[in-house]
């Protein structure tokens, strides 16, 4: 199975990405990465394709659903042969309310009968704290609470990642899970280590090794990795490759760039043929 995610630069903001650049993403990952799950990020609301509605499973955020006014987000697609659907109950938790769209969160099966919950993130680079003031008026985080999402050894003020880590965290505990997307942080930045560190010690394991592979590449030239994927443990034994794909299309069509991950869906530490 190959999983590709990327952030299209999609929301509606004057000099982002265009629905027709973004339909020009979505057939470069069907066609040319062959991607069987597309985990996509800041999917405008006209930007994905008929085709890939009429011909693929798609979990997307609705609109006037929770707190979701905007007209873009977070977004899952499948080939329906992986028999995608929107994880039940995900929702039941409060925190992942607030997150809705920018977190979406699906099911698909693998090894016949086993299930494989998959979540596409984008946590955008704000304080949780601030992010809830603003913008979130139906939750109120308490001091306690804050300092709980903190990363360990860490004196940076918890942020919007951190916030969706530990509720995603609380809802794949135990579970086979695939995670990717845009989590706006990285080893180069202040308390980046922390939050890998943490993530390791609950038992997310990343997709691509150390060192980082730019996947955000700014207007001055700086490169960073903010996009990353994590899964279980038994799920990390079936990865086969992982790679960022940095080329002149694919800078033309988002300041991101697209992560592909392949997982052997025969058996652990089987490719597929």
Same mark, same amino acid.
């Given at each position: 199975m190959r999983i590709v995610s990327w952030n299209l630069h999609g929301a509606a903001v004057p000099g982002r990405a265009t629905n027709e650049q973004q339909h020009r993403a979505w057939r470069y990952m069907r066609e040319d990465l062959r991607a069987d799950l597309i985990l996509a990020q800041e999917v405008s609301? =006209?930007?994905?394709? =008929? =085709? @890939?509605?009429?011909?693929?499973? @798609?979990?997307?955020?609705?609109?006037g659903r929770y707190r979701k006014d905007w007209n873009w987000g977070s977004v899952i697609a499948a080939d329906p042969a992986l028999g995608l659907r929107e994880c039940s109950g995900a929702y039941d938790d409060v925190w992942l309310q607030q997150l809705y769209d920018l977190v979406v969160v699906g099911e698909i099966r693998i090894l016949g009968s086993s299930t494989l919950s998959v979540a596409s993130v984008h946590t955008a680079a704000m304080p949780a704290e601030d992010w809830l003031s603003q913008y979130v008026k139906t939750l109120t985080l308490t001091d306690l609470e804050l300092a709980s999402i903190r990363r360990p050894d860490c004196i940076e003020r918890p942020y919007i990642n951190d916030f969706a880590?530990?509720?995603?965290?609380?809802?794949?505990?135990?579970?086979?899970?695939?995670?990717?997307?845009?989590?706006?942080?990285?080893?180069?930045?202040?308390?980046?280590?922390?939050?890998?560190?943490?993530?390791?010690?609950?038992?997310?394991?990343?997709?691509?090794?150390?060192?980082?592979?730019?996947?955000?590449?700014?207007?001055?030239?700086?490169?960073?990795?903010l996009d990353h994927a994590f899964c279980d443990?038994?799920? &990390?034994?079936?990865?086969?490759?992982?790679?960022?794909?940095?080329?002149?299309?694919?800078?033309?069509?988002? =300041?991101?760039?697209?992560?592909?991950?392949? @997982? &052997?869906?025969?058996?652990?530490?089987?490719?597929?043929?």
């Open positions: 609301a =006209d930007g994905i394709p =008929d =085709d @890939v509605r009429a011909e693929w499973s @798609v979990v997307a955020g609705v609109k880590f530990h509720a995603l965290e609380r809802l794949f505990r135990g579970g086979r899970f695939f995670i990717a997307g845009d989590w706006n942080t990285c080893r180069k930045y202040p308390g980046g280590p922390n939050f890998f560190d943490r993530a390791e010690a609950s038992a997310w394991m990343q997709c691509l090794d150390e060192p980082e592979e730019p996947t955000y590449f700014t207007r001055s030239g700086n490169a960073y990795q443990p038994t799920t &990390a034994r079936s990865l086969t490759s992982a790679a960022a794909v940095a080329n002149d299309l694919t800078k033309s069509l988002s =300041d991101h760039v697209p992560i592909v991950i392949e @997982v &052997a869906t025969s058996s652990p530490n089987h490719p597929k043929s």
